[in-house]
């Protein structure tokens, strides 16, 4: 029997668009886009088509498995769930014991549904400080910087037009990053058309329809965004009321910018000073002017200081919480995180986590890898030695992969869920096979403000053994003896998180999406959520910081080196999440080769043709993949997909990921102080061909 169940998507990008998922004999068979989707409008992606496949594949994991060989000789007896819960609960209670609760770190990915929130309770719970994840590189950068500059996150405003569209760092249509569903951007500018600038090294799809593309060398995103700073001040184009009455540190600011005028700012990027000039005019006389930005100004030591200058740009042009600019989301009233994660067990949370002496920016509770990953090799500033890991793969995602295979490999015990054996989960004690997307009921967008959540109800029971993370969380929470923090039935968890909205779970999935009425300008009733009630151009608390108060540029990311000549970057590919869907048959047939794009001239100048096996290499390490000679990336520059691996070389042998990982090229050092963020961006390179012509 064929029956349609409407949901929203999650779990392949940050998630958002509305799919129909034709369900027939408790399997998924297909699944289509609701084309009055509230996010997506009629959108869907090949990931989300990919979702049977995905589902029913043979090579899911679908038995807890514990290791039996030696750490990482990818040998395994199935046991079952009690035996397995009993086994984890022992292995983190005994490191517990020995080490004490904070040398367990609770480790996740992307976040992806609520469970990243559930994982940060049980570290609570349990008594560690150290949530670990990849959002030292990810999106908090430019929410933490949001936060000290004017309190809040700006997200882009699609509901109303924009008069210009600046697009940073940003590959929208291949991403849907946060949940923006590039229809939504494409739609406004078919009804509302306006200039649109990309700022890319590579000419992405939005670049190709741009008014203006600026290929500026990668990691010099801040001395661009003081470029246009300076201009837009030196040609009075900002918002002298706004600036007047509603921010702090102007002069700090604009003595900051002087310091880029145009010309400098266009060689240090590489950019005709014209193009610089044409694009922060055309940005500064629209009103309203949108940013949409990206992981591109992200995964360089400079990201702070680039989001507090993009932020910055928003303000002064007056753009901040304006209709069709970057708007201040009001919460859906739903459960405050605080509450759900039970932060109140951890009062001494930012002093005992593993980066409170790396002086991270306040607030900042994540803790980036690379310190545990000091943590697990120095012992240092104390012992770490277990590891709960779920809905990640380190050994891919961190930087310098190599470092983190050792790293990780050293620890006494290791937990991972998972959907599909990965190269990180081939290095665990213990594998548990995890439900996934249309497999359980669960809510998007809860705890990351975009202003609404979203209602993922389930089309499908998981396979037989199968558990939603939630669940084993739950499960494994009393197996630890913290049952009384915890639910009888997982899904309690859903019914307490909207119970002050007096909703429901089912009515929530009946209703879609839950969001607050979109308000604007809300700062001229309260002011800024500030230390100075203001938008803090220079901040008030920087010396506190260890910063300097207003963003500066102060040379390039790494020194240029001549034996590296090349730029290298990277990027994420359409066709897969990171390192997840390899897989995927239908998805690798889309895309079968890890490659490496380079300019027709940067490919002359290393006799490389289209095609060629190439090495690619930096200080840190060298990879083998395929050139894509193409004009869409600046000459001089090197982009190569993140997260490629090959399953049938064997997820627990090194070799499936040595020759094609982008993070075996990228170093863990050196981290700014900010957010303990590496340089995977803008890294010196080479390229040369691997095989005798
Ligand atoms: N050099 C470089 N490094 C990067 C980036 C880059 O652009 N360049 N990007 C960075 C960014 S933005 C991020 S967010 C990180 C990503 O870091 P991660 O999220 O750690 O990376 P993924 O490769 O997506 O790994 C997710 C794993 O979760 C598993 N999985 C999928 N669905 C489920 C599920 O429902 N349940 C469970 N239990 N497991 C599931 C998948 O099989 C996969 O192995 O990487 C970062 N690293
Ligand atoms: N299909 C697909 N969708 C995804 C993901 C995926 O892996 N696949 N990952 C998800 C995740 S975890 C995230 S965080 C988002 C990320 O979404 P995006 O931010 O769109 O992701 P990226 O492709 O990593 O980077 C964006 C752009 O930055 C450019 N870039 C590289 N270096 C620089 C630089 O130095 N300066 C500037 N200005 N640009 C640069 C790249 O060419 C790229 O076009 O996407 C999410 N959606
Ligand atoms: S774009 Fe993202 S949310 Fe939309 S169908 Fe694809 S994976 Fe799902
Ligand atoms: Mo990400």
């Known amino acids: 029997m064929k029956q349609i169940v409407r949901t929203h998507c999650g779990r392949m990008d940050h998630g958002g668009c509305t799919l129909d998922v034709e369900v027939e004999d408790g399997r998924v068979v297909r699944v289509t886009p609701d084309p009055n989707g509230a996010l997506s409008q009629g959108h869907i992606c090949p990931k989300a088509r990919a979702l049977p496949e995905l589902l029913n594949h043979p090579r899911r994991l679908r038995r807890p498995l514990r290791r039996v060989g030696p750490r990482g000789s990818g040998q395994w007896e199935t046991i079952s769930w009690e035996e397995a819960l ?19 770190v609770f480790c996740q990915g992307a976040p992806k549904g609520l469970e990243h929130f559930i994982l940060i309770r049980l570290a609570n719970t349990f008594g560690s400080p150290n949530v670990v994840g990849p959002q030292n590189v ?17 997200v882009p405003d699609y509901d109303q037009p924009a008069g210009a569209v600046l697009v940073w760092g940003s590959n929208l249509t291949s991403t849907n990053e946060e949940g923006i569903i ?22 992405t799809e939005l670049a190709r329809r741009a008014d203006l593309w600026l290929p500026l060398l990668p990691g010099t995103d801040l001395a661009l ?83 507090r200058a993009l932020i910055s740009l928003m303000a002064v042009c007056g753009n901040l919480d304006a209709p069709g600019g970057n708007r201040a989301p009001s919460p859906p009233p ?93 290095l665990a ?43 084993i969380i739950n499960d494994l929470a009393r197996a630890l003896g913290l049952g009384d923090l915890w639910w009888d039935d997982y899904e309690d968890m859903l019914g307490e998180l909207l119970a002050p909205a007096g909703l429901s779970y089912a009515d929530l999935a009946e209703r879609g999406m839950l969001h607050s009425p979109v308000r604007y300008y809300k700062y001229r009733e309260k002011g800024f959520r500030t230390p100075t009630g203001k938008v803090e151009l220079a901040l008030s608390r920087a010396e506190r910081m260890g910063l300097d108060p207003a963003p500066r540029w102060a040379g390039p990311v790494f020194p240029p080196d001549p034996d590296y000549p090349l730029l290298l ?30 300019h027709p001239d940067t490919a002359a100048g290393a006799s490389v043709a289209n095609g060629d096996a190439v090495f690619v290499e930096t200080r840190r390490g060298r990879i083998r993949v395929k050139a894509r000679v193409t004009d869409c990336i600046r000459p001089g520059v090197l982009s190569v997909v993140h997260g490629w691996w090959k399953p049938d070389l064997g997820p627990e042998n090194p070799a499936s990921w040595q020759d094609t990982a982008l993070n075996v090229l ?28």
Request: aromatic share 8%; proline share 9%; charged share 20%.
């Open 86 to 104: 009993a086994f984890a609960a022992r292995g983190l209670n005994r490191v517990k014991a020995e080490h004490g609760a904070r040398s367990v």
């Open 138 to 154: 990810c999106h908090m950068p430019r929410e933490m910087a949001g936060v000290a500059v004017c309190g809040f996150f700006p």
């Open 182 to 203: 590039n229809t939504r951007l494409l739609n406004r500018l078919k009804a509302d058309p306006a200039p649109v600038i990309v700022v890319d090294p590579r000419r």
């Open 225 to 307: 965004a003081m470029g246009f700073l300076q201009v837009i001040f030196s040609e009075e184009l900002y918002d002298r009321d706004f600036v007047n009455e509603y921010t702090h540190g102007f002069d700090e600011l604009a003595a900051s910018a002087r310091e880029m005028p145009p010309e400098k700012a266009a060689e240090i990027t590489g950019l005709p000073a014209a193009d610089l000039v044409r694009a922060a005019r055309i940005y500064g006389r629209a009103r309203p002017g949108l940013i949409q930005w990206g992981n591109g100004i992200e995964q360089n030591v400079y990201n702070y200081d680039t989001a």
């Open 334 to 426: 739903v459960l405050s995180l605080r509450d759900f994660v039970r932060a109140d067990l951890q009062p001494d949370r930012a002093k005992n986590m593993l980066s409170a002496s790396h002086g991270p920016v306040p607030g900042f509770v994540v803790v980036p890898p690379e310190y545990v990953k000091q943590a697990i090799r120095t012992g240092q500033p104390y012992p770490v030695r277990a590891a709960y890991i779920q809905v990640s793969n380190p050994v891919l995602a961190w930087s310098d992969s190599n470092d983190t295979y050792e790293a990780l490999k050293s620890l006494d015990f290791i937990v991972t869920t998972e959907t599909f054996m990965s190269p990180t989960a081939a």
């Open 429 to 471: 004690d213990l594998v548990l096979p995890a439900a996934t997307q249309l497999e359980f009921n669960d809510l998007g967008h809860y705890g990351v403000n975009h202003g609404f959540v979203l209602a993922r109800p389930k089309a499908v029971d998981p396979p037989a053994e199968c558990r939603p993370n939630a669940r």
């Open 569 to 598: 970057t990277g990027h994420k590919s359409r066709h897969f999440f990171c390192s997840d869907h390899r897989y995927i048959e239908g998805q690798v047939a889309r895309e079968p080769d890890p490659a490496v794009e380079l």
């Open 666 to 693: 990228t170093s863990s050092q050196p981290l700014n102080r900010a957010l303990g963020t590496p340089n995977l961006r803008a890294v010196p390179a080479r390229v040369s061909r691997a095989d005798p012509a």
